[in-house]
């Protein structure tokens, strides 16, 4: 299937237990979706429970897929009823609208952060990209702020300020990836809180980006 990207196109994130990506991919493409990239993470959500018992990090699977709007939507809602979303530690998933694609030059703001979907509250995707071994400090950072937790992608950095050099090589440094869904009044604290915390602003120590979620399955207030 081709993507009109002329018409609006959705970047759909599913994040479920690992071992169940493959079962979200499969689905998708039987529901029209040209198929998506999986990535391993783990999740950060606290629980007293799991942290004596070992289990606070759990491995998740993240499948990203694209697709128009329409079909989005259709698929998330079948994904979200197959998978059982609307069950504790199920999964996760949301959608937010992508910008700057082909065939158009700028995006319409308003009309996407006024859609609420399917939930009563409004969300936000926080994304914070960090030097290896800092993710927790962004999540503790969050936590203070009002967030519950995140999930964690390891990744590779290669930009001006990330590179080092030895033996007249040069290193890239591996990176983390930390996603945080927030609620959209507690956005502004959360950013406010990991940026001053791990002091963003200063050259090479991370970059954070928010995007506008147009539907959510899974989260639980």
């Known amino acids: 299937m081709s993507i009109d990207f002329e018409k609006s196109v959705e970047l759909i994130n599913v994040i479920v237990n690992h071992g169940e990506g493959s079962k979200v991919v499969k689905m ?4 029209g ?9 783990k999740g950060t ?9 070992g289990l606070a990090d759990v491995r998740k699977e993240i499948v990203l897929m694209v697709a128009e709007k329409e079909i989005a939507y259709k698929a998330l809602d079948e994904i979200a009823r197959s998978m059982n979303f609307g069950k504790p530690n199920r999964g996760i998933a949301y959608s937010t609208t992508i910008c700057a694609v082909l065939g158009t ?29 800092k993710a927790e400090l962004v999540i503790d950072a969050a936590e203070k702020a009002g ?35 927030a609620e959209q009044e507690k956005t502004d604290s959360i950013v406010a809180s990991i940026r001053e915390s791990l002091q963003i602003d200063l050259p090479g120590n991370g970059i954070i ?9 899974g989260l639980v207030k």
């Open 28 to 31: 998708a493409k039987q529901l």
């Open 33 to 41: 979706l040209p198929g998506g990239t999986m990535l391993y993470a």
């Open 45 to 53: 959500a606290r629980n007293t429970v799991w942290d004596f018992m």
């Open 105 to 133: 030059k700028s995006c319409a703001f308003d009309q996407i952060t006024q859609e609420r979907g399917d939930t009563e509250m409004v969300y936000q995707a926080i994304t914070i990209i960090v030097d290896k071994g």
């Open 147 to 181: 967030s519950k937790g995140g999930t964690v992608i390891n990744g590779r950095g290669s930009g001006t300020h990330e590179t080092a050099r030895l033996f007249a090589m040069d290193i890239e440094p591996e990176k983390e990836i930390v996603l945080i869904l």
């Open 209 to 217: 980006y928010v995007q506008p979620v147009n539907r959510t399955y």
